[in-house]
């Protein structure tokens, strides 16, 4: 299918293939008679294996927009372009379908089951799915490997650390063969070695060809990215590329250098 309309002179994606397409999203909440307008005309290209930070303050928009280019809600005005297909139209049912197929979700607090094992959380967008039991528990295990917790399948999650927790979160985002992941302030509720680990994962799952989106609002955790758009009232004020990209597994080194070895 044809891509509708061509994209900007200058769009960041010009040499890469766009994966999604946010254009003129508005979003306006009706609070009784004050109208708020979260989103006032965005237009966003994501590209296909690019690491993507969006980042503003608190109130800026930024969550509201993750939100609308996840599938997870409408906009107000404009179009949600998916593999060039406009999806912001579609019936609820059509829209959970490309969701569910195409973005997996990583958030702030970890979203896991409290009396259900790391195995099984990961699982549960697989049930969801309708796929077979054993097949469920081999792409689960695997997604768990993914992440450097082969051996903690059985653990439920009291049973982890704050990094371990966010680490199957990122799994059973991974354990749908998403073509992106959205993380929402992913080491929001880590501690800084914890944090850096998360981090490395992300930055690696993107080696590997996986778009990453973080929304954040800490420049630290931003610079991982190698694109920064940058949000404020409700418009993108900026969208650059990152000049000197931290790398995670830079940091660690340093935080084992002089503090020995984490738990994550």
């Known amino acids: 299918m044809d891509r509708p309309n061509a994209r900007p002179p200058g769009d960041p994606c010009d040499e890469a293939r766009v994966i999604l397409e946010a254009r003129g999203v508005t979003k306006c909440y009706h609070l009784g008679e004050v109208e708020v307008h979260a989103l006032r005309g965005v237009d966003l290209s994501v590209c296909e294996g690019q690491m993507l930070s969006l980042m503003g303050p608190s109130g800026s928009g930024k969550s509201t927009l993750m939100h609308i280019i996840g599938l997870l809600d409408r906009p107000?005005?404009?179009?949600?372009?998916?593999?060039?297909?406009?999806?912001?139209?579609?019936?609820?049912?059509?829209?959970?379908?490309?969701?569910?197929?195409?973005?997996?979700?990583?958030?702030?607090?970890?979203?896991?089951l409290s009396r259900t094992t790391a195995l099984a959380n990961v699982e549960l967008p697989l049930v969801y799915a309708g796929v077979s039991g054993a097949q469920r528990s081999k792409r689960a295990r695997e997604a768990l490997e993914r992440v450097g917790l082969g051996d903690r399948l059985g653990h439920l999650p009291n049973q982890l650390s704050g990094g371990q927790q966010q680490r199957v979160a990122i799994a059973r985002a991974l354990v749908t063969e998403p073509s992106i992941v959205l993380a929402d302030e992913p080491t929001g509720n880590l501690d800084s070695a914890s944090g850096v680990e998360v981090m490395g994962i992300l930055q690696e799952l993107n080696t590997q060809?996986?778009?990453?989106?973080?929304?954040?609002?800490?420049?630290?955790?931003?610079?991982?990215?190698?694109?920064?758009?940058?949000?404020?009232?409700?418009?993108?004020?900026?969208?650059?590329?990152?000049?000197?990209?931290?790398?995670?597994?830079?940091?660690?080194?340093?935080?084992?250098?002089?503090?020995?070895?984490?738990?994550?």
């Open 209 to 264: 060809g996986i778009t990453v989106v973080l929304v954040t609002h800490d420049d630290t955790v931003a610079r991982h990215a190698e694109r920064i758009v940058r949000i404020h009232d409700g418009l993108i004020v900026s969208d650059e590329p990152v000049a000197e990209r931290l790398s995670a597994a830079e940091l660690r080194e340093a935080v084992v250098d002089m503090a020995g070895r984490p738990d994550a």
């Open 76 to 112: 107000t005005e404009g179009s949600v372009i998916v593999e060039a297909e406009e999806v912001s139209s579609m019936a609820p049912n059509d829209l959970a379908a490309v969701r569910n197929r195409w973005v997996g979700f990583v958030f702030q607090s970890f979203n896991l």
